[in-house]
């Protein structure tokens, strides 16, 4: 069950006319969030991420499930059931499942939502989406960083070729 503040944060971003994606992002946040803090792990990244976008669903954003051919005929189904069941607004869990489901996922490992497996996964996403996506991202991120920022940016990236000169 998702937090009462990510609920109240997804329906402040429904309100001011945010895209679903953006939407389902406050429930992979908590996902990473519960991993980060041991309350479970997760054996990768993506799975943190299903399992958040799996709980939007849920909680009746309208986020669609991935186009065929996307993902497997598998994914895309449970992704349509999750989809109907949070437009329901029926709620009904299952103790025992929930109990199982949770036990599995604390034999998984903590590290899939370390800073390094993120940042792997969101290269790799935008690595997917092509050259001009990583490179739309990286000037967003100058215009939103700020002063000090920038600064930090800059200094590492100082670091980092001074790393790979020697």
């Known amino acids: ?40 792990g997760a054996r990768s990244p993506q799975q943190a991420i299903a399992i958040g976008l799996s709980k939007a669903r849920r909680a009746g954003v309208k986020l669609g499930a991935p186009k065929a051919g996307r993902s497997t005929n598998r994914v895309r189904k449970r992704a349509e059931r999750d989809l109907a069941r949070g437009l329901s607004g029926k709620r009904n869990l299952s103790p025992r499942r929930s109990r199982v489901t949770e036990n599995a996922l604390k034999r998984e490992s903590r590290s899939s939502a370390s ?44 670091r980092t070729r001074q790393r790979h000169a020697r």
Request: net charge positive.
């Open 1 to 40: 069950m998702p937090e009462k503040e990510t609920i109240e944060k997804a329906e402040r971003d429904k309100e001011q006319g945010k895209s679903p994606s953006t939407q389902a992002g406050e429930f992979v946040r908590e996902e990473f969030h519960h991993v980060r803090e041991g309350k479970h």
């Open 115 to 158: 800073k390094s497996a993120l940042s792997r996964q969101t290269k790799g996403a935008a690595r997917r989406r092509g050259r001009s996506s990583l490179h739309n991202a990286a000037m967003k991120a100058v215009r939103t960083k700020g002063k000090e920022g920038l600064r930090r940016a800059g200094q590492k990236a100082a």
